[in-house]
């Protein structure tokens, strides 16, 4: 059974930081793009960071470049998003995903993922 498990989310001042973790279990993913989406209070959820399946690519919403960097290590099955710079409309539910099929690209639609993570919550306090 694949599994993803979000975690480090959690209240923090603006200005400050966060690394959130996903460990992925139940298979291997090295050969899939990995990404992080988050939804906020009362909006849709939206494509944060992506990296590819080798970690030599990656690609960021606007707002969050230059503050954000995501990362992945393939031999313990994790991604990461370091988060710096925190602002209150950071504040979301932040989800882990792995796309649907092997390639060498990176992803930025909700609909390429297909394996999903529980979420953990980022809250920025002003």
């Known amino acids: 059974q694949v599994q993803l498990v979000e975690s480090g989310g959690g209240l923090v001042q603006a200005g400050g930081s966060l690394r959130l973790s996903c460990v992925a279990s139940g298979r291997t993913f090295s050969g899939y793009a990995m990404g992080w989406f988050r939804q906020a209070p009362g909006k849709e959820r939206e494509f944060v960071a992506t990296?590819?399946?080798?970690?030599?690519?990656?690609y960021y919403t606007d707002s969050v470049k230059g503050r954000f960097t995501i990362s992945r290590d393939n031999a313990k099955n994790t991604v990461w998003l370091q988060m710096n710079s925190l602002k209150p409309e950071d504040t979301a539910v932040y989800y882990c995903?792995?796309?649907?099929?092997?390639?060498?690209?990176?992803?930025?639609?909700?609909?390429?993922?297909?394996?999903w993570g529980q979420g953990t919550q980022v809250t920025v306090s002003s």
């Open positions: 990296i590819n399946r080798s970690g030599g690519t990656t």
């Open positions: 995903a792995v796309v649907g099929y092997s390639g060498s690209g990176f992803y930025t639609g909700e609909h390429q993922y297909y394996y």
